[in-house]
């Protein structure tokens, strides 16, 4: 006979310790609270909770695991409560549902630090970028430049990869197939903006392309959605001639509206061909 204890054992209350922890790492003094005595350090749970607008009891159960399933507006409120960066809030939602938080889309204003533009330039015979939701170039190194595009000859409002693509003459004249790669764009484009979130952003641009391009209205209607993460992009650079680039897409961390794009040369001699161009270029 097995003597051994089935009894189940509770699941530890994963939400509730993060709560708890992150309630205790306030300050009650730099929120304009009365500090007074208190027994522990940081926030009492009905700070919390009023600083939520939910109920102190209903808060009390949830960080003791006994509140039932939060709405994820409660959750968001109390996440604004307790002050989390994004990090934390994508953390609070995966511990009480599962998966990350609704994307919530935010113009991209300010926010290539130093230290992403250091990332871009360390690739220096790879053109690299970064783009937002919408497509639109926020960085660039110099490989990107002199095999791309020279992005800085741009108004920022007009370095959207999408508007290039569909009324630049010279866009069209580099791609080895520019219907292929503007199907691609389109597939692609839709499926990041979805995902971020970009939903009035999204038609705005729509509108403006549509009435500029029937090429883009056509394709736009196909509904076509495509991943963008990885390929194969061949170009006729005007100095260079034909070139062959694969490239590979990566999420900036902590910004699921913001993806860094590498291309790197697909053959060592499209390499060298580009390192000899870069050297000269630089010289």
């Given at each position: 006979?097995?003597?051994?204890n089935?009894t189940?054992?509770p699941?530890e209350n994963?939400?509730?310790?993060?709560?708890?922890?992150r309630?205790?790492?306030?300050?009650?003094?730099?929120?304009?609270?009365?500090?007074?005595?208190?027994?522990?350090?940081?926030l009492?749970?009905e700070?919390?909770?009023q600083?939520?607008?939910?109920?102190?009891?209903?808060y009390?159960?949830l960080?003791?695991?006994?509140g039932?399933a939060?709405?994820a507006?409660?959750?968001?409120?109390?996440a604004?409560g307790?002050m989390?960066t994004?990090?934390?809030?994508?953390?609070?939602?995966?511990l009480?549902?599962g998966?990350?938080?609704?994307a919530?889309?935010?113009?991209?204003?300010?926010?290539i630090?130093?230290?992403l533009?250091?990332?871009?330039?360390a690739?220096?015979?790879?053109?690299?970028?970064i783009?937002s939701a919408t497509?639109?170039v926020?960085?660039?190194?110099?490989?990107?430049?002199?095999l791309?595009?020279d992005y800085?000859?741009?108004?920022p409002?007009?370095?959207?990869?999408?508007?290039i693509m569909f009324?630049?003459?010279r866009m069209?004249?580099a791609q080895e197939?520019?219907?292929?790669v503007?199907?691609?764009?389109?597939?692609?484009?839709?499926a990041d903006a979805?995902r971020?979130g970009?939903?009035?952003?999204?038609?705005r641009l729509?509108?403006?392309?549509?009435d500029?391009?029937?090429e883009?209205?056509?394709?736009?209607r196909?509904?076509?959605?495509?991943?963008?993460?990885?390929?194969?992009k061949?170009i006729?650079?005007p100095?260079?001639?034909?070139?062959e680039?694969?490239?590979?897409s990566?999420w900036?961390e902590?910004?699921s509206d913001?993806t860094?794009m590498?291309y790197?040369?697909?053959t060592s001699?499209?390499?060298r061909r580009i390192?000899?161009?870069?050297?000269?270029?630089?010289g």
């Open positions: 006979m097995n003597n051994r089935t189940p054992q699941r994963s939400l509730g310790i993060f709560l708890r922890d309630r205790m790492r306030l300050d009650p003094a730099s929120l304009g609270l009365p500090v007074g005595r208190r027994r522990t350090p940081g009492r749970r700070e919390v909770a600083r939520a607008n939910i109920s102190p009891t209903w009390t159960w960080e003791q695991g006994r039932g939060p709405s507006d409660v959750l968001e409120r109390i604004a307790l989390l994004e990090p934390e809030r994508q953390h609070l939602h995966i009480a549902f998966h990350p938080p609704e919530r889309y935010r113009a991209p204003e300010n926010i630090t130093p230290r533009q250091r990332v871009l330039d690739v220096p015979a790879s053109p690299a970028m783009r497509w639109d926020l960085a660039w190194n110099r490989a990107a430049t002199a791309l595009m800085s000859q741009l108004p409002d007009r370095r959207n990869i999408l508007r009324s630049d003459s069209k004249a197939d520019w219907l292929r503007a199907r691609f764009v389109v597939g692609a484009f839709r979805v971020a970009a939903g009035a952003e999204i038609e729509v509108a403006e392309l549509s500029m391009s029937p883009f209205a056509m394709m736009w196909d509904n076509e959605v495509l991943g963008g993460g990885e390929g194969t061949r006729h650079h100095e260079l001639g034909p070139l680039l694969e490239f590979s990566f900036v902590g910004r913001l860094m590498v790197t040369p697909a001699e499209v390499a390192d000899a161009f870069l050297e000269r270029d630089s």
